[in-house]
């Protein structure tokens, strides 16, 4: 079984503040999805990342896939109120077909 | 364009009962997961289809879970017996391009007393 997880897994931040959240594994994934999930609803997809290596920007968030594509971090600058909520990271495995493993998630809070 | 739909939004259940819940998925999209999420925690990986067969079961607790999809479109998640352990979200997602990004629904909360 492939396990990611994230840290940290609660943040409770003022508006304006810089954050950066993780997820890790052992084991390498052929891509890696982050979804951002609200109370009552169900996770919306935010990025996916492929190549070792690779970041992408959306806005104030960065995203950083590792190298060796065990890890990926999730960056927000400035964070506002808006961006409250549970982040997740889903990883495709090499062996696991395309069943997606979701990490426990990192519970955002910003605080006006 | 319509979204994953999922019914019933709620079901309150007494222990030992059956319960039935139901995924529409986005129209067009042949692959379709089953995820249980408990609060606090991540989605947990329960099956996923491709088309009208079970691509990967391998996530069912036991055998009192089973899920089905006859035509390739809707499908329905089937706990027989529940138990309170059985309480928890849970969440349908569909997608064209498996192992790709997922479109998820809002989810049904099942609650067993």
């Known amino acids: 079984t492939q396990l990611l997880e994230q840290s940290p897994q609660f943040l409770s931040i003022q508006e304006g503040e810089n954050l950066t959240v993780y997820c890790n594994s052992s084991?390498?994934?052929?891509?890696l999805q982050w979804y951002r999930q609200e109370p009552g609803e169900g996770p919306v997809l935010l990025v996916t990342?492929?190549?070792?290596?690779e970041v992408k920007k959306l806005k104030r968030l960065t995203f950083q896939f590792g190298d060796a594509r065990k890890d990926s971090s999730l960056h927000i600058t400035a964070a506002q109120p808006g961006d409250t909520g549970l982040y997740l990271c889903?990883?495709?495995?090499?062996?696991?077909?395309?069943?997606?493993?979701f990490g426990e998630g990192t519970q955002l809070t910003v605080n006006p | 364009g319509a979204g994953v739909s999922q019914t019933p939004s709620n079901k309150v259940t007494e222990k030992g009962k059956y319960v039935e819940l139901r995924c529409d998925p986005i129209s067009g999209h042949t692959a379709l997961y089953w995820y249980r999420q408990s609060l606090g925690q991540g989605p947990e990986f329960l099956i996923y289809f491709q088309g009208t067969g079970a691509a990967d079961d391998s996530g069912l607790p036991n055998d009192r879970f089973f899920a089905v999809r006859p035509e390739g479109s809707v499908s329905t998640l089937k706990i027989q017996r529940t138990e309170r352990g059985d309480s928890a979200v849970y969440l349908c997602?569909?997608?064209?391009?498996?192992?790709?990004?997922?479109?998820f629904g809002n989810g049904t909360r099942l609650t067993v007393t």
């Open positions: 889903a990883g495709k495995g090499q062996t696991s077909g395309s069943r997606l493993t």
């Open positions: 997602a569909s997608t064209s391009n498996p192992g790709g990004p997922l479109h």
């Open positions: 084991s390498v994934f052929s891509s």
């Open positions: 990342v492929v190549t070792g290596g």
